[in-house]
């Protein structure tokens, strides 16, 4: 009673970084409240705070930064003056781009943005006068004394201006804002109707985004002449004719096809609606969503970071299409569908690993429209994505993670598409030439003068390759999962037994001197201490070449003391360290849950709930590392419930340490599979016992049927570790067993070009 007591009280006053107004009691039990879209706004979250729908196209915020590393989003909580608010923005990626088509309410005419500290249209503000929650965000602006309210639907969105007098009511819209421009125009259409289009290059090399606007008083415009003598408007100032001085609403619409989709985008979902009815909705949506996970806890903190993550895992994917069923491919023509809802900006090289194995749990339907797209993109480009952005293929990060999103969804029974054709596109992306994969198919690794980030991509694919051995194997393709299922076993090429990493090969040696803290070109954004340990397909076969279970268990040990700096080139992305554990960067994230594969539960139980509660906060830098468009949240989800895919294709579930007192998942399928943590508290982080639907369940992991089957799992809690897990056989297994290959050689020592002596080993 006394936690409830102080709940209530820390909901009626809570302030502390969100600055928003919550319910005055419990007893609402409004789950939107609990989210605070600041929380990874500060330190390299790279999250922003404005409005936005659940993988909605519009993300309606604020911009306090044009350019650097801790600007990718657009805002940072550092920062002093917000530049306008624009239409959209990426969650969490460690790359800029988006912040198109900027408005920003001001009290004189100025084109200049003030970026160098000279008079111009910026505004001062404070975190004080400013408030978000999801689909609402609001500001007031400190030098110009104008208070600012923006709502969203899927694809449109209103801003909300007061001025503090009639006089001087003026907006800025400038197409010019942060990224290089390659084509834009304003057209005015009325003295309440604009419309245009920007074309911009900058992560995405040839964006391209059509708007409508509509305002609810009449204007005046002034043109900036063009800087480079093109007759095109790319900045204007909006002068309105206000004398009650009303609230200023401005409607807009977006589109990827062009400006009537915008305005039929607006048309159909704001229309004649008003800033308070959309701003309704949009909490009712949000509400919806976040009831797909109901938790029970004590503690204020707890709740807001679980539901902040909840929020962030359903800001991305972002939809990109009309109302109409139009949008623009990846061959950049117009397309039309209406038998799924076509999405762009998936992250999967992060995203594959949690966020997607929670979407098959509670958006099915959304993982269907997510595979059709990777196969319309496939269709429209001639390859499935692996970081695609507006209908661009952005070039970035490694692997073909597109696939094991696809042989995951099949194998927990998520089929609405065509099976056939998305088993043809995930072979078509491990068949290609490009990004050492033609040095991988004929060695059985990438050495490292073929290709950079080697060590990483051989590990990435051989995972990917085994999930498509998975499926083959579902399928009763044959040929496919014996070809796959050796690729998969490629991991055995680039481990080093001498040092039990995982090391670059040059020339068939080891690339020398070692160093497993050093940062370099055979890691991707990471070293060979967070790499070395990513074979979740055939664990078992890893442990094998480290000489068996307490070799493992050693390794994990030692990395998790390990001194904490690394050594070798600068790699931001590498943060919130435990040893050399990185759980700021994706590469790290299943590796707290491998005790669970050496019968050593309770350190898995100790670490989970140490990054649980040590490395999320309810506050702006309160994510250790890119929020990485939902990834980082989808891993606290998971882990706070007490389980997470190490291994997506498996439809396995390691089980770590839960978090919270009670969670009960609302299936798509109408039923609930309820978590139960007896005894849970700080102190209290031990598996006792585990019950299954009342019966003792002695093994470590969970399996996906049970899940989606419905029912209860109970968790007993301890403040000591138990020998629950510890005996052999109830452990968690991956393992390759069939189609075995005999790792390639590699020169021990002596000479390369066996001129005089030289020793070969395997």
């Known amino acids: 009673m006394k936690n409830f007591i102080l709940l209530i009280i820390s909901l009626l006053f809570f302030s502390c970084t969100r600055e928003s107004k919550t319910p005055s009691t419990l007893s609402e039990k409004k789950l939107i409240n609990y989210v605070n879209p600041f929380i990874g706004t500060g330190g390299h979250g790279h999250t922003y705070p404005g409005a936005t729908m659940p993988f909605g196209m519009m993300q309606l915020s604020p911009d306090t930064r044009l350019e650097g590393w801790d600007g990718c989003s657009g805002y940072h909580y550092s920062d002093a003056y917000i530049y306008g608010f624009s239409h959209t923005h990426l969650s969490g990626t460690g790359v800029s781009d988006y912040g198109d088509i900027l408005l920003m309410p001001t009290n004189a005419i100025n084109f200049h943005n003030g970026a160098d500290g000279k008079k111009g249209y910026r505004a001062h503000f404070s975190h004080k006068n400013e408030e978000a929650s999801p689909g609402y965000y609001h500001v007031k602006l400190d030098s110009t004394d104008i208070d600012v309210g923006l709502t969203v639907s899927k694809r449109s969105g209103i801003h909300k201006y007061q001025f503090p007098t009639s006089n001087n009511q003026i907006v800025i819209l400038d197409l010019e804002h942060r990224d290089k421009v390659l084509d834009a125009t304003i057209e005015k259409i009325s003295n309440t109707q604009l419309q245009g289009y920007r074309f911009s290059d900058a992560w995405a090399k040839d964006q391209r985004l059509y708007f409508y606007i509509k305002t609810s008083h009449a204007f005046s415009d002034s043109i900036q002449p063009s800087q480079d003598g093109s007759p095109k408007k790319r900045k204007t100032a909006l002068t309105f004719v206000n004398p009650k001085n009303e609230p200023i609403i401005i409607n ?117 429209d997510f595979i059709n797209t990777f196969l319309a993109k496939y269709e429209e480009g001639g390859i499935m994505p692996i970081w695609d952005l507006s209908a661009n293929y952005t070039d970035c990060m490694i692997g073909y993670h597109a696939v094991p999103v696809i042989a995951d969804a099949f194998l927990k029974g998520i089929r609405g598409y065509d099976t056939e054709k998305a088993f043809e596109a995930m072979k078509h992306s491990a068949l290609q030439d490009k990004l050492g994969l033609k040095s991988y198919k004929e060695f059985g690794f990438i050495p490292m003068e073929e290709e950079s980030e080697s060590v990483s991509k051989t590990l990435e694919y051989a995972y990917d390759d085994w999930t498509i051995a998975q499926m083959a194997k579902a399928m009763g393709k044959d040929i496919d999962y014996r070809l796959f299922s050796k690729r998969a076993q490629y991991y055995k090429n680039i481990f080093d037994p001498e040092t039990n990493f995982m090391r670059g090969r040059f020339r068939n040696t080891w690339f020398s001197p070692f160093d497993p803290y050093e940062v370099n070109f055979n890691y991707t954004e990471a070293n060979a201490w967070q790499y070395s340990l990513y074979v979740p397909q055939d664990i078992s076969g890893l442990m094998n070449l480290m000489g068996g279970k307490k070799k493992l268990e050693n390794h994990l040990d030692t990395m998790f003391s390990a001194q904490l700096q690394t050594s070798g080139r600068e790699q931001p992305d590498i943060t919130g360290l435990i040893g050399q554990y990185a759980h700021g960067n994706e590469p790290s994230h299943h590796m707290a849950y491998l005790y669970n594969f050496v019968n050593q539960p309770a350190k898995t139980q100790e670490k989970v709930n140490q990054i649980l509660t040590e490395l999320y906060k309810n506050e702006p830098d309160g994510v250790s590392g890119n929020e990485d468009c939902g990834q980082m949240s989808a891993w606290y989800v998971l882990s706070s419930m007490g389980f997470y895919p190490v291994t997506p294709g498996s439809n396995d579930y390691i089980i770590g340490s839960p978090l919270f007192k009670k969670a009960t998942i609302n299936l798509e399928n109408g039923k609930k599979f309820i978590i139960q943590a007896e005894n849970v508290s700080a102190t209290h982080i031990y598996i006792n016992k585990v019950l299954l639907n009342n019966l003792e369940l002695n093994r470590t992991y969970l399996k996906h049927d049970e899940i989606m089957a419905g029912g209860t799992l109970t968790f007993e809690m301890s403040s000591s570790p138990s020998k629950w897990g510890t005996i052999e056989g109830q452990e968690p297994r991956t393992e390759i067993k069939e189609h075995l290959i005999t790792p390639a050689p590699y020169i021990n020592e002596g000479d390369i070009a066996f001129k005089n002596e030289t020793t070969v080993c395997h």
């Open 252 to 368: 807009i619409g977006i589109s990827p096809v062009d400006e009537a989709g915008a305005r039929q985008n607006l048309e159909a979902e704001i229309g004649s609606l008003s800033f308070e009815d959309i701003k309704t909705k949009a909490e009712a949506t949000w509400e919806k969503q976040l009831t797909k996970i109901v938790i029970e806890s004590s503690s204020q903190d707890n709740l807001t970071n679980f539901y902040t993550a909840m929020y962030h895992t359903m800001i991305a994917p972002n939809l990109y299409q009309d109302v109409d069923g139009r949008y623009r491919g990846m061959d950049l023509k117009i397309h039309q569908t209406n038998e799924f809802d076509y999405y762009t900006v998936f992250s999967l090289w992060d995203t594959y690993r949690a966020t997607h194995p929670l979407y098959t749990i509670i958006e099915q339907d959304k993982t269907n």
